[in-house]
């Protein structure tokens, strides 16, 4: 069985980054208090949902008020930012560092469900990926926009990377707690970097 100390301390952190990068897309999108509200809790539940459900188990989102309360306080902390922010807030800084942050703990919590599932290499780096893009695919469908993880090809890659590296570290059996910390720390420097550098793979 995983050790449920790393899967606990990335949840909360992706699902709090999450909530306020959701709010923060709804808000830019124009929706009311309600809307912000829905879509930062999507953002925060989605991929962890539909993770949960391809390894046939109760989604932890509806097995305790745990993820909920959590998902609630990013909201409520997205709503002081958003009367904080001046301009476009998709272009902003906490928009930007806050989804990064919920990509790069979701895909190692992703990860983690799948050793404890007993899924292949392959599939641990699927359902990192898909908790990872999951919750922002979801919310991007709700307000009518092609998901990111369609149009920006460098957010659903830094994920896979971040995968990989998990494997990479569980192969030499590295202590509990690496792989995942490795992973999302990976994840987050690759997402930040390919903003910095405004990084694309190629088209067709």
């Not at 539940?45 to 109760?58: A, K, M, N, Y």
């Not at 989102?61 to 997205?78: E, F, N």
């Not at 893009?133 to 092609?146: E, Q």
Request: net charge neutral; charged share 10%.
């Amino acid at each position: 069985m995983v050790d449920l100390a790393p899967f606990a301390v990335m949840n909360v952190v992706g699902l709090l980054a999450f909530a306020v990068a959701g709010s923060l897309k709804a808000a830019d999108a124009g929706l009311d208090v309600f809307g912000v509200a829905v879509l930062g809790v999507v953002t925060a539940l989605g991929g962890g949902t539909t993770r949960d459900i391809l390894v046939d188990r109760v989604p932890a989102s509806l097995a305790t008020t745990g993820d909920m309360s959590v998902a609630l306080v990013g909201v409520g902390l997205a709503i002081v930012l958003i009367h904080m922010m001046q301009g476009r807030v998709r272009d902003h800084p906490a928009f930007l560092t806050s989804d990064a942050i919920g990509l790069a703990a979701f895909t190692a919590t992703g990860a983690l469900v799948g050793v404890e599932a007993g899924v292949s290499p392959f599939g641990i780096v699927i359902l990192g990926t898909i908790t990872g893009v999951g919750g922002g695919s979801i919310a991007d469908i709700l307000i009518g926009r092609v998901p990111v993880v369609l149009r920006d090809d460098f957010y659903a890659t830094p994920a896979v990377v971040g995968g990989l590296a998990f494997l990479a570290a569980q192969w030499v059996a590295a202590p509990t707690g690496i792989p995942s910390g490795l992973c999302a720390a990976i994840v987050f420097l690759v997402r930040m970097a390919a903003l910095r550098y405004e990084w694309r793979l190629p088209r067709v």
